[in-house]
């Protein structure tokens, strides 16, 4: 049995390693596409790219598993029925269930090595990934000015300029100095002019040529009554900006903590018990609030309008006030309602943002168990499957393989976002392709221990039986009329027969 086993796992690692890189390859390809306009045209580091592409891949391992798992386990049992090595081991006495025992112990090592995966490594690796990303959608684009248009991107100076016809001087330069945020309160026209970087690239150099500069002298007496300026006119000036606004700073990490992606089991758990905590003292003090703070205003009230007379008379609070007396009343009453009602609305939306905030750690939470399991389910998918449809490679198994995946992950997108919106709750949402995907794995799992085709099903059979009997009376009403035009032929042909030996 143990050669058995060392044959089984020699045919099945090397296709689970290989669909494994694909899928992680395919994963990061989306992402890539997904974020490639932030990327282009910042003259990034390598040593940033690369940081963000590995905790980019690695944050791709949980999603791959199960598909590497569905596809390798598809490509193994279908090259074992396809060369008959599979008929041959069943021959021998072996049942599938017992071929596919040492993978069965295999995928359970998976799943809960996938488990481990993302409650402990995939919160950093996304903490590193999404922190790296944000750095880098706040950088700004390298530094590129076009001409005739006012370019604002350098801090503290809007530039207009021309390029001359040997590409290589600038002319009509317009630049607005506004670094001492005092608004466009200097500018500086130059006929030409050279643009040039700093060896470290820390500032821009521009070397204007017959040029004039106007200067609002702010500093002056009544310059908001006589707005003073002074001209000077030069032949030679050099400006530097400094260029660290585009620069990639980094952000520090622990504001990113407290999101639930950056979260294991534990800690998640912890934040929603102390969410639920929180929701239910807001609603305590609330009510506090209002049952006391607004009692005490009517009191108040009712103390300012009479203290010598007794609010309740006869039963009747209002009894003691005339008309004008008891509009007065009316309104206050009125608009201390209004502001309660305000007041409710304002607690109850917040209340529901800190809820569905709650939904969302749930929701990450759940995460962690759904994609664990997908691998064990995947693998009673694909093994079933393989040893049916008797096809290897990576021709059919992959197209089978994909739109199983595409299912379970609309499947389980739909789940998650129907728990996002509070309609299902997480417990349920997040394992809504398990759920839908749990009676295929065991029909599949029956189907190929049965040695039944993928086709000879009662479900198929079902399927004929209805279609037999929604066009069965359209059958016999035509077979009716094929029977009653042979009738009326016979009926013709014999009495023709009979004509004669009547004459």
């Avoid at 798992?69 to 049992?77: A, D, E, I, P, R």
């Avoid at 279908?78 to 025992?101: D, F, I, P, T």
Wanted: one cysteine or more; charged letters at 25%; hydrophobic letters at 45%.
């Amino acid at each position: 049995m143990k050669t058995l086993n060392r044959f089984i796992f020699k045919s099945y690692l090397p296709p689970f390693a290989l669909t494994f890189v694909i899928s992680v390859f395919i994963l990061f390809m989306q992402f890539l596409w997904k974020w490639v306009d932030e990327l282009v045209g910042k003259k990034l580091d390598w040593n940033i790219l690369t940081e963000l592409f590995s905790f980019a891949a690695l944050s791709m391992v949980p999603l791959a598993l199960p598909m590497a798992v569905l596809l390798s386990s598809l490509m193994t049992f279908g090259n074992l029925a396809e060369h008959y090595e599979l008929a041959a081991m069943k021959s021998s006495g072996l049942s599938l269930m017992r071929v596919m025992r040492p993978l069965i112990v295999f995928t359970v090592i998976i799943s809960i090595a996938a488990y481990g995966f993302s409650n402990n490594l995939l919160p950093y690796t996304n903490l590193k990934m999404l922190s790296t990303l944000f750095d880098i959608r706040q950088k700004k684009p390298d530094l590129n000015i076009p001409d005739n248009v006012f370019y604002n991107q350098i801090d503290g100076y809007t530039i207009r300029k021309h390029k001359s016809k040997d590409g290589k001087s600038i002319e009509d330069v317009m630049i607005y100095d506004h670094s001492q945020d005092q608004g466009n309160t200097a500018l500086t026209l130059a006929k030409t002019g050279n643009m040039s970087t700093t060896k470290d690239g820390h500032y821009l150099v521009v070397e204007l040529h017959d040029g004039v500069t106007y200067k609002e002298m702010l500093d002056q007496p009544n310059a908001e009554l006589t707005h003073p300026f002074l001209k000077q006119s030069f032949r030679d000036e050099i400006l530097r900006m400094d260029l660290s606004g585009f620069k990639m700073n980094r952000t520090n990490e622990e504001l990113f903590r407290e999101n639930q992606q950056m979260l294991n089991g534990s800690q998640l758990l912890d934040y929603i018990d102390t969410m639920k905590q929180t929701i239910q003292d807001d609603k305590d003090d609330f009510y506090n609030s209002v049952t006391s703070a607004y009692l005490q205003k009517s009191r108040n009230y009712w103390k300012a309008m009479d203290t010598t007379k007794k609010v309740i008379h006869n039963g009747s609070i209002l009894a003691e006030f005339d008309a004008s007396g008891k509009k007065t009343v009316f309104e206050h009453a009125l608009s201390a309602a209004r502001n309660v009602q305000k007041s409710a609305e304002d607690k109850v939306n917040e209340i529901d943002a800190e809820e569905k905030e709650i939904l969302r750690y749930k929701i990450e939470f759940w995460r962690k168990f759904t994609l664990s399991f997908a691998c064990l389910l995947m693998f009673f998918i694909g093994a079933p499957l393989g040893a049916i449809v008797k096809k290897g490679g990576l021709g059919m198994p992959i197209v089978i393989a994909v739109g199983f995946f595409i299912i379970f992950w609309v499947l389980s997108i739909t789940g998650e976002k129907l728990s996002k919106e509070g309609t299902l709750p997480p417990e349920i949402g997040m394992w809504l392709g398990c759920l839908c995907y749990i009676p295929l794995a065991i029909w599949l799992t029956r189907q190929a221990t049965a040695e039944a085709s993928l086709f000879d099903t009662g479900i198929i059979r079902f399927f004929s039986a209805f279609r037999g009997f929604a066009f069965f009376g359209l059958r016999n009403r035509s077979m009716k009329k094929r029977f009653d035009e042979e009738m009326r032929k016979a009926e013709n042909e014999q009495s023709g027969n009979s004509d004669p030996e009547q004459n």
